[in-house]
């Protein structure tokens, strides 16, 4: 299978059709919270001084609820709120004052305003703007065409507002959120690799069929760890799209992108070496595989794992760092550490044959092994930084599953 070249799959598309997927991300921080309580308050008296709606509350309403941390997420936010808004309240304002307001009238345009929304390709948030504008504007009662394009015009002040509140000095990206993630990634994977060392061969009795060691649940959890890496990846890219305040942050994007897919290659084999030892040892058939040499292995991958990625509890190593030879022109201390690794991964699949019986009686403990120096291998494209990924597509398929 042809290895992949590039990560750009991982970033978000930045296209119009995909801004009207944005979804609410919450207040954020507390400078957040103080620029949406400015914007709703100059959304509320431009609306007082302009609108001549009756009930001039959806101004600051729509601002209330489409200022986000970021002027990309702001501007998804707004165009949902105006289309929605202005859908629902058209077209509830001529249903009503043509058959006026009863029950049946009164679900009719609900259910057709839902059935309408589920169609929409938009976020939740932004579907439903259809059926509540159209229960606001019938809860209200019958009005003029005039006062209810005067609500739709007061959405869009508000929305004008929130944009113009996020674009007059757009909140820089924070870069540190994602690194962070990236971090717990690369330890969560770190832990589960010492944990197998640490408990495999160390049960006080044989494990029967069916029951894990605990190390099996905790490689299931890496899932988890990735999806909240791709979501700070995620949220890292829509904060520096339209922001000219992020414009360095787009120039790191596809590295940041290529360092996530790694740390997703090696925690598909990861997963897969605690599959393997959790069928090999502790059980009643015992494991050709010694148990001292799997733990010297693990440690000896961990110890190359701090060279190639950094240490556990610090940031993720960037590109190249590790591979870099000493001043002196002496070869890198991750490449050694990696070179010794792999003889010893070697001379110990080497041995495992026992007299008078072929390879095939140890192919478990062999493939254990495997997945073990194909780890060693991913630690040091990360560091070497390859223009080339080592990991498949599979793998990527695998881990996103």
Do not use: C
Request: hydrophobic content about 45%; charged content about 20%.
């Amino acid at each position: 299978m042809a290895e992949s070249t590039s990560a750009s799959d991982l970033l978000p598309d930045v296209r119009l059709s995909d801004v009207l997927q944005q979804r609410h991300g919450g207040l954020g921080s507390k400078t957040l919270v103080a620029r949406l309580a400015v914007a709703v308050t100059v959304s509320w008296l431009i609306a007082g001084a302009v609108s001549q709606s009756p009930l001039g509350i959806f101004a600051p309403v729509t601002t209330l609820l489409v200022v986000q941390g970021s002027p990309w997420s702001t501007l998804g936010l707004s165009l949902q709120r105006i289309l929605g808004t202005g859908v629902g309240v058209l077209a509830a304002s001529i249903w009503v004052n043509l058959v006026g307001l009863s029950w049946w009238s009164f679900f009719l345009a609900v259910l057709a305003a839902l059935l309408v929304a589920r169609l929409v390709p938009w976020s939740i948030a932004g579907q439903m703007q259809i059926p509540v504008a159209v229960v606001f504007v019938l809860a209200l009662g019958a009005g003029s065409m005039r006062d209810d394009v005067w609500r739709v015009l007061d959405v869009v002040i508000g929305g004008a507002t929130g944009l113009i509140a996020v674009y007059v000095y757009p909140p820089r990206p924070r870069p540190h959120e994602f690194e962070g993630a990236l971090e717990r990634y690369r330890d969560a994977i770190l832990d589960v690799l010492e944990r197998v060392g640490a408990e495999s061969g160390s049960q006080p009795e044989m494990l029967p069929d069916g029951v894990n060691h605990a190390y099996v649940d905790q490689s299931r959890a890496l899932r988890q760890v990735a999806e909240v890496a791709r979501q700070a990846l995620t949220k890292l890219a829509e904060s520096a799209q339209w922001n000219p305040r992020g414009r360095w942050v787009q120039r790191r994007l596809q590295d940041d992108a290529r360092r996530l897919r790694r740390m997703g290659g090696m925690a598909v084999q990861v997963r897969g070496v605690a599959g393997a030892a959790n069928l090999l040892f502790d059980r009643d058939d015992a494991s050709r595989l010694p148990v001292a040499v799997l733990r010297e292995v693990i440690d000896r991958l961990l110890s190359l794992a701090g060279e190639a990625l950094g240490q556990r509890g610090e940031p993720v190593a960037s590109s190249g760092i590790a591979s870099a030879p000493a001043p002196n022109g002496d070869r890198s201390r991750a490449a050694i550490l990696s070179d010794d690794l792999a003889r010893f991964i070697r001379d110990a699949a080497d041995e495992l044959p026992a007299a008078g019986r072929g390879v095939g009686h140890s192919l478990e403990s062999v493939s254990l092994l495997g997945r073990l120096d194909h780890i060693r291998q991913q630690m040091m494209v990360f560091a070497t930084w390859a223009d080339t990924d080592t990991e498949t597509d599979t793998d990527v398929e695998n881990e996103e599953d």
